[in-house]
């Protein structure tokens, strides 16, 4: 996922730096800009549904496993199910209900 990120990031900058050169630098830069932006917060978007979709399914595994949800996802942790829990985005944080099994972002 590291190199994917990594990627990305080379790759939004030669958008924008290309969209500054030129005649109309100002105009084809802003485009630039607004379309790195976008392709960002697609990004952005994908990378979190990953992470939902990863911790979702080693939620399931516990439950077939154990015939019951795990308590908090600190407990897939403590009991080898994942290694740490993935970072949620900036100013949010995953709310998981252990009735349930339901996951998700606020």
């Known amino acids: 996922m590291k190199k994917i990120a990594i990627t990305f990031c080379i790759l939004l900058f030669f958008i924008l730096l290309a969209g500054g050169c030129g005649k109309r630098g100002?105009?084809?830069g802003e485009k630039a800009r607004e379309t790195g932006t976008k392709a960002f917060q697609k990004f952005r978007?994908?990378?979190?549904?990953?992470?939902?979709?990863?911790?979702?399914n080693k939620i399931n595994?516990?439950?077939?496993?154990?015939?019951?949800?795990?308590?908090?996802?600190?407990?897939?942790?403590?009991?080898?199910?994942?290694?740490?829990?993935?970072?949620?985005?900036?100013?949010?944080?995953?709310?998981?209900?252990?009735?349930?099994?339901k996951l998700s972002l606020k």
Request: glycine share 8%.
């Open 61 to 101: 595994t516990y439950k077939r496993q154990n015939g019951r949800y795990p308590e908090s996802l600190q407990q897939l942790v403590n009991e080898g199910f994942i290694d740490k829990i993935p970072e949620p985005p900036p100013g949010m944080q995953y709310n998981y209900d252990p009735s349930t099994g």
């Open 26 to 28: 100002g105009e084809l």
């Open 45 to 56: 978007r994908t990378t979190n549904q990953d992470a939902l979709m990863y911790l979702s």
